[in-house]
């Protein structure tokens, strides 16, 4: 492929679908043919409509049983063409509920009738047939919500030939629909006949919420006579506390003493509803290799209080059980004459947010407690309409085939399309709603292959295809955005573009006042910034947080699996990765090249490169000089004008996967390579030795620069700390000579006399160091005192 092409195939396209509701024969609504109805459009209209043909089995009733068996085993199959569905079967019953629901593509469709028939099972054989049920698919009726589901009708069974009738007779209702129908998302679909057993869960379209996340603060103040296992010595303790899988220690006690004090907070990840407890143990060091538990304690977490600010919270003295003793002697172990004890204070604290994906594309800020929620100030209604060009995740006969499905996060809200079988341009035309409370947010989006269609499911976690990021501050309010974003993967070989995504976004402003009032307030709860946490804690709480709404949400029916979750909350976003640090880098660059192109035209206007121009320049400085109050009113006016001429080149589409930003077109295989190793390393000796090696030649220069920066900050230090006293003293008098003149001279004229230099001609120029450039650089710095 030619680069330009390349280049032009990794940007965003402006797509032009048929969204809203298009009914036969007619217009927006129909207006003749299936229906006739002047409603309004549904919510419905971010989608391509899709129709579908629904037959509802209820249940049957009076079924002849087996003259052979007395018994009958009976299950309905629906088939359409060349589609069969099936129900399961019932064992023994001629009164059998099924109350399922068939979705069949009116795009397949190829047959003028729907057939549905009631067979008896054989464990040997055929199954027999019973009777059938057929509908001319000119005659079925077409439902459009939110009008009341269709009442299910009884239906006298037909032989074969549709001769005569037969006895029995079956519950069904049959009509044509949309994928708004309330029936759609737990019908059986014609486009997943193939899959069996167990996938068939997979395949059908969820909603999920993320569990209610809370800070566990365990504030460890001290504790009474410990009593040790080795009596001979007072211990050194520490305390152990553990919830779920994490644990986290105090500080080791510096003095020995039975009663030790640490004062220190432990801040754990809980989550809604509180499965884990707390479970804290005191431990002495018996050597430096070896830890001793003389007691310990276990608490459910619901007895804790529940903090919704910064007040303090009442502390409590705990006893703890005694630790050690023997299987004959265990019921002394709850005995109370003598007892160690744990002096915590202990909350849940509701008015953090807890964090769960990295604040730089966060989609949701509030905090735990509901009751401190604010009002929404906006609607986000997002519909996914298909997918192209996917490239094919793995092997089938004859070649590759993908199962692709699309998963969008935004707050607590995860939703999940259902799969679209053995197609590279799938269409999903699904429409899911989101309330907003901040606009400086990102909703994420991304596409899977489903590895878990099988009868078993499938040990193999779902492919990657792409991720798509929307920041909803970029957002023009109540406009329908509708783009194809590429879907960009790295992979080992290199940068790889996996399909498209064509989406319907778009955002709804329900309180303009609000939102304009949300961007003079921090972006997380007060709480974030009264008592915040360490770095180090918010990576480890963040960590920890992943963990758990990935096991809860894998816990789910259909379960969204922990690679999804992983995915899409950028799990591994802290891992070194030569290729990101280069493009920080030029990102950093990139923000200094307004100043480097204001310095260069500064440089120009002083060099008197174009007259006219340092003319003006001159003539603005007078005037500045002359009327200092007018300076400020110019700096704003003048970034005003650059805002106004700016607006006429905004950009009119949402951001997407820059690949140029990411550095991810020149990127060099090894370093590739390097991002996707494991942690720790799974390379060769030899690879590994390389890669140290490189990384400290880079650390080297990083090094040199920041030993710069500190050599520069150490000269100003030295003007007048008289390490080198000649130079002090020469700067101590200058500053002297220098109070006198301007206490004495107007400062206009100073301004005006420095500003003449500073633009002076180039004949007036020399190409040597300036006097204060020089002595600048001759004053010491601590770098002479470094090994």
Known sequence: MNPLDAKEDFKLKDTKPQLGERWPHGGARGGGGWISSD??????????????????????????????????????????????????????????????????????????????????????GRDDYIGKVVFDMHEVPTRVPPDSPLAPQWYRLEDRHRDSK??????????????????FPEAWHSDAATVQGEGVYNVR??????????YLRVNVIEAQDVEPLDKSQSPQVFVKAQVGNQILKTKLCPIRTINPTWNEDLIFVAAEPFEEQLVLTVESKATPAKDEVTGRLILPLHIFERRLDHRPVHSKWFNLER??????????????????????????????????????????????????????????????LSAQGLLPMKPKEGGGTTDAYCVAKYGLKWVRTRTILENFNPKWNEQYTWEVYDPCTVITLGVFDNCHLGPGGGAKGDSRIGKVRIRLSTLETDRIYTHSYPLLVLQPSGLKKMGELQLAVRFTCLSLANMIYLYG???????????????????????????????????????????????????D????????????????????????????????VCTWKNPVTTTLVHVLFFILICYPELILPTMFLYMFLIGIWNYRFRQRHPPHMDTKLSCAEVVHPDELDEEFDTFPTSKMQ?????????????????????????????????????????????????????????????????????????????????????????FFRRLPSRADSML
């Open 686 to 774: 030899d690879v590994a030795r390389m890669r140290y090696d490189r990384l400290r030649s880079v650390a080297g220069r990083i090094q040199t620069v920041v030993g710069d920066m500190a050599t520069q900050g150490e000269r100003f230090q030295a003007l007048l700390s008289w390490r080198d006293p000649r130079a002090t003293s020469l700067y101590v008098f200058f500053c002297f000579i220098a109070a006198l003149v301007l206490y004495i001279t107007p400062f206009k004229i100073i301004a005006l006399i420095a500003g003449l230099v500073w633009l002076r001609h180039p004949r007036f120029r020399s190409k040597m160091p300036s006097v204060p450039s020089n």
């Open 573 to 604: 976003s802290h891992m070194w990765s030569m290729r990101r640090s280069k493009a920080n880098f030029f990102r950093i660059v990139s923000l200094f090249s307004g100043v480097i192109s204001m310095s260069k035209w500064l440089g120009e």
């Open 323 to 384: 630790f050690g003793f023997g299987v004959l002697e265990g019921d002394k172990r709850h005995e109370l004459k003598f007892s160690s004890r744990v002096h915590l204070r202990v909350c849940l604290e509701g008015a953090y947010h807890v964090l769960d994906e990295s604040t730089m594309y966060i989609s949701d800020q509030r905090p735990t407690a509901r009751q401190l929620w604010k009002n929404p100030i906006g609607i986000l209604e997002v519909g996914i």
């Open 166 to 183: 037969v006895k029995g007779e079956v519950m069904l209702a049959v009509w044509m629909g949309t994928q708004a129908d309330e029936a």
């Open 39 to 124: 409603r309004a459009t549904s919510t419905y209209d971010l989608v391509e409509q899709m129709f579908y043909l629904y037959v509802r089995v209820v249940k049957a009733k009076d079924l002849p049983t087996n003259p052979v068996t007395g018994n009958i085993d009976p299950y309905i199959e629906v088939k359409l063409g060349n589609y069969r569905g099936k129900t399961k079967h019932f064992e023994k019953k001629t009164n059998p509920e099924w109350n399922q629901v068939f979705a069949f593509s009116k795009d397949k469709i190829q047959s003028s009738v729907v057939e549905v028939f009631i067979r008896d099972r054989e464990m040997v």
């Open 205 to 214: 379209s969820k909603v999920y919420v993320s569990p209610k996340l809370w």
């Open 521 to 571: 307030h921090p972006l997380l709860p007060k709480m974030h910034y009264l008592h915040p946490f360490t770095v180090n804690q918010l990576d480890s709480l963040r960590y920890q947080a992943m963990n758990i709404v990935a096991v809860r949400l894998g816990r789910a029916e259909p379960p969204l699996r922990k690679e999804v979750v992983e995915y899409m909350l950028d799990v």
